[in-house]
């Protein structure tokens, strides 16, 4: 009898040991699902997507640099195939699609840009009236080169891109006194140029991207809108 009930109750702790396995494995499996699905931008704009030094930088405060780069690579891909641009997004040349380079592009140009930015007003630097002409000019000209639906899509606010090429305007400023004083080319200190990357590690600079947040995004797909879904987020 007691033999009987000893074994009703390894029964019962094992049917519970698999029961409790089995959920942990579903709910890993939901957190890695869930994980992988596409954040809407616009509502998520609060979320860290990058953090440069101590400084985070939100989705809101890229917003401009993923409006801009949509609008850069969609200019090609209607080139491209007027008919099916999305194509091109997926197109994979140089080891890497041209939505991930394109995501990676705006990434690096925001941090570039901020930390120009951080510079220039350490340094007092402010615009001149003739440059804040000069910036009203190309808002004016950004504002009207995007497509149509890229107006209608926007994440943020018309303000909150203004106010971002504000802060660009001031980043090159930085960008063109640091070229003269290391007495070397404009594109030097470019978001990809060498003296740049130089200058991150002379000042330690340590940049880490939220990839939980940054990789969520589908890029492409954000101010613009294709027939099918540019996803290649399993390549990243």
Same mark, same amino acid.
């Given at each position: 009898? #007691?033999?009987?009930?000893? #074994? ?12 409790? @396995?089995? +959920? /942990? ?14 954040? !809407? &931008? ?22 401009? &640099? ?5 609008? +850069?690579? $969609? ?11 999305? +194509? ?9 699609? !041209?939505?991930?380079? /394109? ?11 901020? @930390? ?15 440059? #804040? ?30 106010? =971002? ?5 001031? =980043? ?6 640091? /070229? ?6 404009? =594109?030097?200190?470019? &978001?990809?140029?060498?003296?740049? $990357?130089?200058?991150? #590690? ?27 879904? !540019? ?6």
């Amino acid at each position: 009898m #007691k033999g009987a009930k000893k #074994k009703t109750s390894d029964r019962i702790i094992r049917v519970l040991v698999i029961i409790t @396995l089995v +959920s /942990a494995m579903v709910l890993v499996a939901l957190m890695g699902y869930q994980s992988r699905q596409s954040l !809407i &931008y616009a509502e998520n704009l609060d979320k860290t997507a990058v953090k440069v030094g101590v400084q985070e930088l939100t989705l809101e405060d890229l917003a401009f &640099y993923v409006l801009y780069e949509e609008h +850069s690579v $969609e200019e090609k891909a209607r080139v491209y195939d007027e008919e099916n641009p999305m +194509s091109f997004w997926n197109v994979h040349t140089n080891q890497v699609f !041209i939505k991930l380079k /394109a995501q990676e592009t705006a990434m690096n140009m925001a941090v570039h840009d901020y @930390l120009f930015y951080d510079e220039a007003l350490k340094c007092g630097m402010a615009l001149t009236e003739e440059e #804040k002409e000069l910036l009203e000019s190309r808002r004016t000209d950004f504002w009207e080169d995007l497509y149509d639906e890229q107006k209608e899509n926007l994440p943020v606010s018309y303000e909150t891109i203004n106010a =971002a090429m504000g802060k660009i305007a001031l =980043a090159e400023k930085f960008q063109q006194k640091m /070229a003269v004083e290391q007495g070397t080319t404009y =594109a030097a200190y470019s &978001y990809d140029g060498y003296d740049y $990357e130089q200058w991150l #590690k002379e000042n330690d600079i340590k940049v880490k991207v939220n990839h939980k947040v940054w990789d969520r995004i589908n890029f492409g797909n954000i101010t613009l809108v294709h027939d099918e879904q !540019i996803s290649l987020g399993d390549e990243k």
